[in-house]
């Protein structure tokens, strides 16, 4: 007599939905990472770029030596 998977009984059915629920948490969790590193790459171009700005402001004379510190502060750098 042959095997057949069918014969499992109740485990077939069982395996089938722990290895969906597994497959979607791992699309969850993927997604989340992506997400969250897209959001971090995101923000530090944009503090760069507001460094860069503040920095220019400050070598143009517009902006005082106190000044830029505390943008820089403020910007975490």
């Known amino acids: 007599m042959m095997w057949n998977p069918y014969q499992m009984g109740w485990l077939w059915p069982v395996l089938t939905v722990l290895f969906l629920f ?9 997604a989340r990472w ?6 971090r790459d995101s923000r530090v171009r944009h503090q760069g770029a507001a ?3 503040a920095g220019e402001r400050f ?19």
């Open 22 to 30: 597994l497959l979607g948490v791992g699309v969850v969790l993927f």
């Open 59 to 77: 070598a143009r004379g517009e902006i005082t030596a106190e000044e830029f510190e505390s943008m820089k502060r403020s910007l975490g750098s």
């Open 34 to 39: 992506f997400s969250n590193n897209a959001d």
């Open 51 to 53: 460094l860069d700005t």
